[in-house]
């Protein structure tokens, strides 16, 4: 059984442009998910890397290559989600059909 107790592992939002991600945060209008990583998929194209996952039934995917809001560092550039099977608490929002991702937790056992 894991512990309830979770660490911060990547404080994502360090750029003040994305402002409406950190008022997300800042005043808690975000959505939670917590839970196994499964269906994860890193893969190189052209040499960019791509990495998906769910948590749940939540998907998430993003690239260190294409600008968007949120966390985007894949496991090709040292990231923290990394195989299935990891515990992690993912503060999120959904916004024009994608889940960005504000912050990532880990399980302390």
């Known amino acids: 059984m894991y512990s309830e107790s979770f660490t911060t592992t990547w404080p994502i939002l360090k750029n003040r442009n994305e402002r409406q991600l950190n008022e997300a945060l800042r005043f808690n209008k975000y959505l939670l ?3 196994e990583v499964k269906d994860y998929k890193l893969e190189k194209i052209n ?25 985007h560092q894949t496991a090709g550039r040292k990231g923290p989600i990394n195989a299935n099977g ?3 608490r993912i503060s999120y929002i959904s916004q024009e059909g994608e889940n960005l991702i504000l912050r990532i937790e880990t399980v302390v056992r």
């Open 47 to 71: 040499g960019q890397y791509f990495e998906s996952f769910r948590i749940n039934n939540v998907e998430f995917s993003y690239s260190d290559y294409v600008l968007k809001k949120g966390f």
């Open 86 to 88: 990891q515990f992690l």
């Open 33 to 35: 998910v917590e839970g």
